[in-house]
């Protein structure tokens, strides 16, 4: 079992950058893909970034590509997700996810590891 905590968030100002983290308990597992999602209020879970750490790809929705960055640290076993030039609806808990990668990294079946998620709220 591996349990994923994230950590950062909190509260910006529309047009300012924040930054989330993920790390794992364990760091003899590979997750071979990890994810950002979220849940705005209100609205169900929506992808948000994957990515495949063996070769390093990685893919983003349409709403955040331009504007986040998603990166992994293979020897620690953690997951970040820089995000810049905020906008209010950004506004959601955030989710980390790992997988052994099993399907798309937009899709929630890939994923059987996931933490309990971090608040990232933008004001306007």
């Known amino acids: 079992q591996v349990k994923l905590v994230e950590s950062g968030g909190g509260l910006v100002q529309a047009g300012g950058s924040l930054s989330v983290s993920c790390a794992a308990s364990?760091?003899?597992?590979?997750?071979?893909?990890m994810g950002w999602f979220r849940q705005p209020p209100g609205k169900e879970r929506e992808f948000v970034a994957a990515?495949?750490?063996?070769?390093?790809?990685?893919d983003y929705a349409d709403s955040v590509k331009g504007r986040f960055t998603i990166s992994s640290d293979n020897i620690l076993n953690t997951l970040s997700l820089q995000m810049n030039n905020l906008k209010p609806e950004d506004t959601a808990i955030y989710y980390c996810?790992?997988?052994?990668?099993?399907?798309?990294?937009?899709?929630?079946?890939?994923?059987?590891?996931w933490g309990q998620g971090i608040q990232v709220t933008v004001a306007s």
């Open positions: 364990r760091r003899d597992i590979s997750l071979y893909v």
């Open positions: 990515i495949w750490r063996g070769a390093g790809n990685a």
């Open positions: 996810a790992g997988g052994y990668g099993m399907g798309g990294g937009a899709s929630e079946q890939t994923y059987g590891y």
